[in-house]
């Protein structure tokens, strides 16, 4: 099946620091989305993006739907210990998909305080 | 809020058990989804159900079967459980009306096959 490519895997930061991380698709997708899955639990939607070149913001977390419509990228200022986690972008494709959503590796986030 | 529940968080089986996985919607939601997890894989379609008693595969069915006889409920069943089927896994769904819409997530089984 179809594979976002996110990078990257894995960050170590310390508290404080920005965080950037990014997706990479060969298709087009007309929805991108921003994930985080706390331990033990499920991906929690952070950001959905609806429009090429939509920039959008929720608190600390800053997100981008590239104007090529095949790559996204989420930023995250002045990181805190809560922020640790793993981050999962996810695109939708048009069409009838039945709400269907292709998802990226996950990046995992380890912040020291 | 959404409240996608699987009925359990933990789960040892042996290899050739026939495994169920449940799972619980309260939004009305046409569209369910099962997943699995793996370290470094993200999160892989199994199968996915658009209406009642209606089933798609997803990316790797293989192995996985599942029942969608109500419109709240969608199970993932492993027919022959083998070790590797151990993994977490994840329930959402979404809801058609909203095309746009989010799919929203259970916090996942966690199944070990021994």
């Known amino acids: 099946g179809q594979q976002l490519n996110q990078s990257p895997q894995s960050m170590f930061i310390q508290e404080g620091e920005d965080v950037s991380m990014n997706c990479t698709s060969s298709?087009?997708?007309?929805?991108w989305l921003w994930y985080k899955q706390d331990p033990g639990e499920g991906p929690v939607l952070l950001i959905a993006?609806?429009?090429?070149?939509e920039l959008t913001s929720n608190g600390r977390l800053t997100a981008q739907f590239g104007i090529t419509r095949k790559d996204s990228f989420l930023n995250i200022s002045a990181s805190i210990p809560s922020d640790v986690g793993i981050y999962f972008c996810?695109?939708?494709?048009?069409?009838?998909?039945?709400?269907?959503?292709?998802f990226g590796q996950g990046t995992i986030l380890t912040v020291h305080p | 809020d959404v409240k996608v529940t699987q009925s359990s968080r933990y789960l040892v089986k042996r290899t050739g058990e026939k495994v169920f996985l449940e799972c619980v919607q309260d939004?009305?939601?046409?569209?369910m989804f099962w997943y699995r997890q793996d370290p470094g894989l993200g999160l892989r379609l199994i199968y996915f159900s658009y209406d009642v008693k209606m089933k798609e595969k997803g990316d790797i069915p293989e192995g996985y079967s599942v029942s969608r006889e109500k419109k709240e409920r969608f199970s993932l069943i492993l027919e022959s459980a083998s070790t590797n089927q151990t993994s977490m896994y994840l329930c959402?769904?979404?809801?058609?009306?909203?095309?746009?819409?989010?799919?929203?997530f259970g916090d996942g089984t966690r199944l070990s096959i021994l």
């Open positions: 959402a769904s979404s809801s058609s009306l909203a095309e746009r819409g989010p799919q929203h």
């Open positions: 939004m009305d939601h046409e569209n």
């Open positions: 996810a695109g939708r494709a048009g069409g009838t998909s039945y709400g269907k959503l292709t």
């Open positions: 298709s087009i997708f007309n929805t």
């Open positions: 993006l609806y429009k090429a070149g």
